[in-house]
């Protein structure tokens, strides 16, 4: 068990982000003044990602302290290696507001290829994430799906964050990949109606809406068999399917659905 204990407070997390928020929407309104315009998608990004952090604070600040967390699991099994690098290391994941300090060091991990090299490039990634560093992030992932590509967290990870950053057809290949690989197991699960589930939405956000409209229709299936027509997991389903009848401009279809839960 470590020695160390995550101490980010939520009033620290929240001040952090609204003081990350105020220099990004400075930075955006920079952009726009001087017609940088992939510069200014670039960082409007990063200000809707803090918006809904603040706006859903609770879950954001529990999802940091998770990843943190997670972060200094890592660091701990990989002690020995780090020799006098992990107390550097665990001091950022614990106390400190920034994490690039042991993003850097789990970095130095990953050369080392295998497992260990994806595993230290998942945190990495998680911990640039949280940061809004997302290109960072989304290099880290690649890299641990590149490194060991039968591990379903890394392949969630990149397609949610390939997601979030508007590069759909990705999400969509590494939702394929995540879907096969659960597929391959050979029985009919909720996590292989939640990877169907997360193809379809990935298919409809890229345009390709026979494929997402199959794909939920598995996933229905599934999820109605499994836990039943009125689960939350259902009312997510309903949802999305009403967006995406309504993304075709059949609002009257999309209407039933978006009010199913």
């Known amino acids: 068990m470590s020695k160390y204990t995550v101490e980010l407070s939520p009033k620290a997390y929240t001040q952090r982000l609204v003081i990350q928020k105020k220099k990004f929407l400075q ?7 001087n017609n940088e315009e992939s ?9 809707v990602s803090l918006t809904e952090s603040l ?3 609770k879950q954001s600040y529990k999802h940091e302290v998770t990843c943190r967390k997670g972060a200094l699991m890592a660091l701990d099994k990989m002690q020995k290696m780090l020799g006098p690098l992990y107390t550097r290391a665990a001091a950022s994941v614990c106390t400190k507001d920034s994490t690039l300090d042991a993003e850097q060091i789990l970095d130095k991990v990953i050369g080392r290829g295998g497992k260990g090299g994806a595993f230290a490039a998942f945190h990495s ?6 940061r809004m560093d997302f290109n960072r992030a989304m290099v880290r992932f690649d890299k641990a799906v590149e490194l060991d590509n039968a591990n379903p967290h890394y392949l969630q990870a990149a397609g949610l964050l390939a997601r979030k950053m508007y590069e759909h057809k990705k999400a969509l290949i590494r939702f394929m990949a995540l879907e096969k690989m659960i597929a391959r197991l050979g029985k009919d699960s909720v996590e292989l109606a939640k990877a169907r589930r997360e193809v379809a939405y990935s298919a409809a956000l890229f345009g390709q809406h026979k494929q997402a409209d199959a794909y939920y229709k598995k996933a229905m299936s599934s999820l109605t068999k499994l836990v039943g027509k009125n689960h939350p997991e259902m009312g997510t389903c309903w949802y999305q399917v009403g967006l995406l009848q309504e993304s075709q401009g059949l609002y009257e279809e999309a209407e039933g659905p978006i009010k199913k839960p």
């Open 27 to 33: 930075a955006v309104t920079a952009a726009m003044e």
């Open 125 to 130: 990634g998680r911990l640039a994430e949280c």
């Open 39 to 47: 510069k200014r998608e670039r960082l409007q990004l990063v200000v």
């Open 55 to 57: 706006t859903f604070i």
